[in-house]
């Protein structure tokens, strides 16, 4: 994938240790897993998409992941229950918020973008 994550990335994670069964799922393999899955997924077109196109670009690192899980967000906006987090995304200038939650089957996934 064309992402790097940007040291210090992951200091919400450790600011936050009562919540690490919740917080260990933010890996990167995880954060890679759906961005890559929102980009078959949801964003056909515009802005995001082409920052989902270059991160899914295994040549580059286009994308840069330069802050990690924060900023809870209540999920009752989104027509559910519980909460998701921010994990901010830059290109080309751009900040990309993806507001990322933990799946039923355990996986993250990312529900909504903007920028």
């Known amino acids: 994938m064309g992402v790097s994550f940007r040291t210090g990335w992951d200091e919400y994670i450790r600011g936050y240790r009562q919540n690490q069964a919740y917080l260990d799922a933010f890996s990167e393999n995880n954060v890679l897993s759906a961005i ?3 980009y078959v997924g949801r964003w056909a077109s515009g802005a995001a998409a082409g920052m989902l196109a270059a991160a899914c670009d295994v040549g580059g690192r286009n994308v840069e992941i330069e802050q990690g899980p924060h900023q809870p967000e209540d999920m009752a906006a989104f027509g ?3 909460f998701c ?3 901010t995304a830059r290109y080309q200038g751009r900040a990309f918020h993806l507001y990322v939650q933990q799946s039923s089957t355990g996986g993250l996934e990312v529900i909504d ?3």
């Open 80 to 82: 559910g229950g519980g």
């Open 113 to 115: 973008l903007t920028w």
């Open 36 to 38: 890559g899955k929102a």
């Open 85 to 87: 987090l921010h994990v």
